[in-house]
């Protein structure tokens, strides 16, 4: 067990610390703010505060952990050995950043809550990011961090063995925001559909819609029957999610009394674990429409729904991630940007949210996404994989996932031979 000195134990410590050395290290860790305890403790112990007691392992604190709410707090990226970090210490640390804030900054998606740095659309984007800005958005740098720190603390303590990886493991998820394109629609969105193309002068898309409304090819998006092709090679078992809502003023989807859409969710639920996709009604109005949604799903399928995912957020994602708490979601895969490969919150590990209006940790375990379909096709190129595959490849810790998201129409039988998918196929075997 790891003994952790600091002045004021604070919730934010408590939970970066736990996340960092239990979820991520396997190290049992506990908090003192007694000196007298401290000093008495035999084993391995650390303390985190602003100056040294004595010649102990010490980390010198940056003030994030110890305040409450949103500072706008000034960032400057260093490289550490090759690895980018901010919130430097004092020369007398053991270790040369605060990474405990630093992971807790990245983590909690601090910069997300700071007015400043959202965009006209009230939303996030990528290009408001330190990683971005610094360079590191490809980086799981909070794994990298807590690396070195295992490193530096192993060769300090006896007791605490040089880290040992075993292999990180990839996770697949597949978006089924809409089952159909084509065939199975509403009499109104077939017909505005036709009459756009013709508006656009589109003809290969007029010509498309009719071949497979007269039923002389599958639906482009039907995809279901061929998911076994797929997958039969691969071992990765993808986590289906589907979008389970009615046409509304923002987005039209399949009807929920479609019967083919029904069947499509019962035998996809055969044979792999399903979540929600969350439409935009359901994030502008959670209480009707998030309610609805997952009550007509389970009632549908016949088993709790526990997994959600926001395939674009049109609310800030910590404040969907309350609602999520709120009608007993227990696991998130939205922790990614839709059109740009990297890691949103700096990690590739799994880990439980941290409330900063109320400063507590949710009951909401949040799955990092690397890559979603849109970032992989903008790659314009099938090295994105090989991008993909390396950033795998040097994965820090065991604990790590890389996790990709792609949608039904992408695993279509007929694209089973297009470069992309065919490196896709080898991605994931």
Known sequence: ???????????????????????????????????????????????????????????????????????????????????PAFFKTIEASKVPYDIFAASFYLLTRYEESVPALKTR???????????????????????????????????NFAEIEPYKKKASKKELLVDVQLAFKYRNRSFLVVVETFFKSIWRFNLLKILNQLIVLFRL?????????????????????????????????????????????????????????LGLLLSVQSQLKPDLSLNEEKKGFQ?????????????????????????LVDFEFTDDFSMGYPDQIGFRAGTSVPFYFYDLTNEFQLPLKVHPVVACETAIREGKSVKVFATIESIF?????????????????????????????????????
């Open 1 to 83: 067990m790891l003994l952790v000195y600091t002045h004021k134990i604070t919730p934010r410590i408590t939970y970066i610390f736990k996340h960092a050395f239990e979820k991520m290290l396997e190290i049992p860790v506990r908090f003192t703010s007694a000196v007298e305890a401290f000093v008495a403790h035999s084993g391995p112990k650390m303390s985190y505060t602003t100056k040294p007691l004595g010649d102990e392992f010490f980390v010198s604190s940056h003030p994030l952990l110890f305040e409450r709410g949103i500072v706008d707090h000034d960032l400057s990226i260093h490289d550490w050995e090759g690895t």
């Open 121 to 155: 659309t009230e939303l996030f984007g990528p290009s408001q990011s330190i990683a971005m800005k610094g360079g590191f958005l490809e980086v799981p740098v909070v794994d990298l961090w807590i690396f070195k720190m295992h490193q530096i603390m192993s060769a």
């Open 217 to 273: 090819e599958e639906d482009p998006y039907d995809s279901f029957e061929s998911w076994n092709n797929w997958f039969e090679d691969s071992q990765l078992a993808p986590k289906i999610f589907f979008r389970y809502a009615n046409s509304s003023a923002y987005e039209s989807n399949v009807s929920t009394f479609n019967g083919r859409l029904q069947s499509r969710i019962k035998k996809a639920g055969d044979g792999y674990p």
């Open 299 to 323: 009632q549908l399928t016949h088993r709790q729904l526990k997994m959600s995912r926001i395939p674009r957020s049109f609310r800030q994602l910590s404040k969907v991630y309350a609602d």
């Open 393 to 429: 490849q040097n994965f820090p810790l065991t604990c790590s996932r890389l996790t990709l998201a792609v949608s039904n129409g992408f695993l279509h039988h007929k694209k089973e031979n297009l470069p992309l998918q065919k490196e896709f196929k080898d991605f994931i075997k």
